[in-house]
């Protein structure tokens, strides 16, 4: 485990603080690096993905300052993850002898099926926002990160981030029916 840090809290006076242990940040994290990872790639992508970023912070954990915001420093891990296995995806070809067959609805019960197919829905609605907004909204409203956050990551105002979010929330709603 890592060390101790000493933060001052005021002259002379300081506070020991230490990193918490690492299975208790993947506990805490990572439900939200995986919701990141599974709105910017396929399910079984994501999941690579997700073991990858926690990977990575695993080596770099003892370096990070005591005070640091860890949920937006894995969510930057995990979106230059994605992008990472985007790229190595995009140089090599899927090669396979057939088209992929929809999964079988026999045995399933309706509503279960019915959830994925709203599941799908909204993971397609999603992917077809545009860049922008896919992201904003990806990460503020999936990543829980504040919109001061999302602007360091895309780049631009916060208020053009949350303008972003909100107009992909209408069209969302509007894709949806909602």
């Known amino acids: 485990m890592p060390g101790p840090s000493h933060v001052p809290v005021a002259r002379g006076v300081y506070r020991v603080m230490m990193l918490l242990p690492f299975e208790t940040i993947v506990r805490e994290h990572g439900p939200v690096v ?12 994501a999941d690579d993905a997700w073991s990858e970023t926690f990977l990575k912070a695993l080596g770099a954990y003892p370096g990070l300052p005591v005070d640091a915001n860890v949920e937006a420093w894995l ?3 995990a979106r230059r993850t994605c992008i990472d296995l985007l790229r190595a995806r995009a140089r090599h070809g899927t090669v396979t002898e057939r088209m992929p067959e929809r999964p079988s609805t026999l045995g399933v019960p309706e509503a279960e099926f019915e959830a994925q197919d709203d599941a799908d829905r909204v993971v397609r609605a999603v992917s077809a926002l545009p860049e922008r907004q896919r992201k904003a909204v990806t990460y503020h409203y999936l990543g829980g990160l504040r919109y001061r956050e999302v602007a360091d990551i895309i780049g631009g105002s916060t208020e053009a981030v949350r303008r972003a979010a909100a107009d992909g929330i209408r069209t969302l709603r509007r894709t949806m029916g909602a």
């Open 34 to 45: 995986l919701r990141v990872c599974r709105s910017v790639l396929a399910a079984h992508d």
């Open 75 to 77: 969510v930057t891990i």
